[in-house]
Nanobody
């Protein structure tokens, strides 16, 4: 069983930065892929950033150049550094993990999910 706990969300003004963390515990050995998703009220969940085995990454076009995903294997923690935040980044952000042979970026491929952390960006 895998547990994922997000933290670091909050309220910031446009142009500001936040760093989200996702602490993982349990049987993470096979969880080669990890990612961040977000869901705004009334919208579908969308993929934001993904990482496989700490090296290969993928970003949604909407966050490319502003967000950075990283892992600290020793701490079993996933991060999402978010810079130049925009009001349209406002959403609940979820951490997810998956067993994968190649990087996957769709929600249906992820088996383990955190409870989410709220990010609110005001203009």
């Amino acid at each position: 069983q895998v547990q994922l706990v997000e933290s670091g969300g909050g309220s910031v003004q446009a142009g500001g930065s936040l760093r989200l963390s996702c602490a993982a515990s349990g049987y993470m050995y096979s969880r080669n892929c990890m990612g961040w998703f977000r869901q705004a009220p009334g919208k579908e969940r969308e993929g934001v950033a993904f990482i496989r085995r700490g090296d290969r990454t993928y970003y949604a076009d909407s966050v490319k150049g502003r967000f950075a995903i990283s892992q600290d294997a020793a701490k079993n923690t996933l991060y999402l550094q978010m810079n130049s935040l925009k009001p349209e980044d406002t959403a609940m952000y979820y951490c997810a993990a998956a067993a994968c042979s190649r990087l996957v970026v769709v929600a249906s491929s992820y088996s383990d999910w955190g409870q989410g952390t709220q990010v609110t960006v005001s203009s």
